[in-house]
């Protein structure tokens, strides 16, 4: 059968094509051989699953793997974002978690998440492990009934929102934020955050409305449930129309972020992490290390500096990001696709409490969102602009792209002096105090990905053409 290979965050394939039942089950089979050489498959997993294309089905049939490896199973009743399947790891004391979801990739695919027993991203090497006892054939692949494993009470459904609940209100307080006159339009992208929001704060006088909110695994009006333009356009324009304060919004399976604010504008995942480690330090008067990708804002850097903590870099994706979190007992850690993860929540993003935090700031302070990013601005001394350019780039011509990067050692990219080349992850060109360009292949998709955050607008334009002429982008 086809070798399957894990990405930044594990695995993803097109349904029917690669993304089969009997490639989930051989997975499964890893997995569960993974927890028993770690000694974790006495503690049981969690499986969980998102709104997807009979992702309740292919929970099942992971399910079913592990209850015939004698391994315990807390199979989630309903779709659960995917912060409170991590969450519920640690809150059953389980040794891991699966969970179905292919988060904001198109309609047409699924995805197979692992979590370790925190609920956090488990760590480059480990995943290794994991793919390497991947068996050839399914027929290498144990398997139980889904009735008799419940019968054996191998398999147990769970409902997991009460616990989460009480732990978001240890967290924030969901009765101040019930009864405001804040007008709330909640964004799910058609995802596993819906109806989250009016539950949460939506009984007292806080009005919260909700787009996109039903069941449709095809995300109409969308290319991909990312919480990026153009798939939030429509939201955008109905916060405007409905007269709202802020809109909220969650990717397909909540553990990413976006937010637009009274105008209807977009507020960029590199401000909305700078907005949020600004809550952090200055509104709730934290202090902790941040944590940070080698493709997110120099604002953290700055505000490191403003208030003395440590801000540490990693590769791209939550398996580093987490390790790195957990080490430094950091106050928050994130990275450029709208995931942040926090202090006393578990290592892992959390769209929803994210979105929480940044409704407090708005109540502690008694500011908008756009005069929260002024004030982040003036805080900073400095205005940041960001963008991103995605390709579609074959995998088979990555080899020649990776030499070509290699080789190149630019003095200067649109007309900015070049200060620095780092390659944690991908090529990043560093231009002084004008900002960065980061040329990056997806581990997920077959995409290259050219980024760049500066400090004049001017300077988007080109320094993004500079980064797509470096890749051999352009005629």
């Keep these: 059968m086809k070798a399957i290979k894990f990405g930044t965050d594990g695995w993803r394939g097109m349904i029917a094509e690669d993304y089969t039942f009997d ?40 399910a079913e793997v592990m209850a015939a490896n004698d391994i315990r199973v807390w199979l989630l009743s309903h779709y659960s974002p ?23 990739n198109p309609p047409t695919d699924n995805g197979f998440k692992v979590r370790d027993p925190r609920g956090a991203a488990i760590a480059p090497e480990g995943l290794d492990e994991i793919e390497a006892y991947i068996p050839d054939d399914v027929d290498r692949v144990k398997r139980m009934s889904i009735d008799q494993a419940e019968e054996a009470s191998l398999i147990e459904r769970y409902n997991p929102d009460r616990a ?12 101040s934020l019930s009864n405001t006159d804040l007008k709330i339009l909640v964004e799910p992208m058609w995802g596993n955050a ?14 919260v409305w909700e787009i996109h909110g039903d069941h449709n695994p095809l995300f109409p009006n969308m290319a991909r449930p990312e919480p990026i333009e153009p798939n939030i356009t429509p939201a955008l324009k109905r916060t405007t129309e409905l007269g709202a304060d802020v809109l909220l919004i969650c990717d397909g399976d909540a553990d990413r972020m976006g937010i637009g604010d009274e105008n209807g504008t977009y507020i960029d995942q590199l401000r909305a992490y700078g907005l949020l480690a600004y809550y952090l330090l200055e509104i709730r008067g934290e202090r902790g290390p941040i944590v940070k990708t080698v493709s997110t804002t120099s604002m953290l850097d700055r505000l490191g500096e403003i208030y003395g ?17 957990i080490e430094t007992n950091a106050l928050i850690g994130g990275e450029e696709s709208g995931g942040y993860a926090f202090r006393g929540n578990m ?4 769209g929803i409490l994210g979105n929480l935090y940044f409704l407090d700031m708005m109540l502690k302070t008694g500011k908008s969102p756009s005069q929260l990013v002024a004030a982040l601005f003036d805080k900073l001394g400095q205005t940041y602009y960001y963008d991103r350019i995605d390709v579609r780039f074959p995998a088979e011509k990555r080899p020649q792209a990776r030499a070509r990067l290699d080789d190149t050692d630019p003095d200067t990219i649109a007309g900015l002096p070049v200060t620095a080349k780092i390659t944690l992850d991908g090529y990043k060109y560093e231009l002084g105090e004008k900002g960065w360009l980061l040329i990056r292949f997806s581990g997920t998709e077959p995409i290259i990905r050219v980024y760049c955050e500066v400090t004049d607008q001017a300077l988007v334009d080109p320094v993004l053409q500079g980064g797509l002429e470096l890749a051999g982008l352009k005629d």
């Design 23 to 62: 490639n989930v089950r051989r997975v499964t089979q890893a997995f569960a051989q993974y927890m028993k050489e770690h000694d974790l498959a006495g503690k049981g997993v969690v499986v969980g699953h998102d709104r997807r294309f009979s992702s309740d089905l292919f929970a099942e049939a992971a």
């Design 309 to 325: 903590v440590e801000v540490h870099k990693t590769g791209v994706g939550f398996k580093y990001v987490a390790p790195k979190f």
């Design 82 to 104: 995917t912060p409170v399947i991590s969450y519920t790891t640690a809150e059953r004391g389980a040794g891991g978690a699966i969970n179905i979801t292919a988060s904001h």
């Design 164 to 175: 989460y609940i009480e732990h978001l209100s240890q967290l924030v307080d969901l009765e």
């Design 347 to 350: 290592p892992e993003r959390d």
């Design 194 to 207: 819906a109806g989250w929001f009016p539950r949460l704060i939506g009984k007292g006088s806080t009005t």
